[in-house]
């Protein structure tokens, strides 16, 4: 994200922002060009833009927020910025996404596991992704 973005950051619900490193997180979890990231309940997108650039012009992102006000934050960083490779749209992240089985490389929730969802609803989404 770049600076004047950071500087403009302001989200409408709970973020992680403040105390998690996307940067490092993505690094750990291995991030590469050409990934097909998910960035279940994305906010305004701290996750997805930097995954964004990790993934680079022959990746993609897929960002899912249930709140609107957010979404629309992301889709205009994403104009003003120019980020192409992120698909964001207001969705029910409880709830199956539009997404094909096996269409993930990587996904980040950092406050969803725990918080939302019964294991079984953890297993169906551990699905989209290729063994």
Known sequence: MSEKAQKRF?????TSRGFLDS??????IGIKEGD??????SGEG???????????K?????????DEKAISRLRKEQMENSI??????VADITKKLPLDDESI???S??????????IQRQMVLLRRFPE
Do not use: E
Not at 10 to 14: P, R
Not at 58 to 66: E, N, P, R, S, W
Not at 109 to 118: G, K, R, V, Y
């Open 10 to 14: 302001d989200h409408h619900g709970k």
């Open 23 to 28: 940067g490092k997180i993505l690094s750990a």
């Open 36 to 41: 097909r990231f998910l960035d279940l309940g």
């Open 46 to 56: 701290y996750f997805s833009i930097a995954a964004s650039q990790a993934v680079g």
């Open 58 to 66: 022959q990746g993609i992102v897929y960002a899912y927020d249930t």
């Open 84 to 89: 192409a490779n992120i698909v964001s749209s």
């Open 105 to 107: 490389s990587l996904a």
């Open 109 to 118: 929730c950092p406050m969803c596991f725990t918080d939302l969802w019964p």
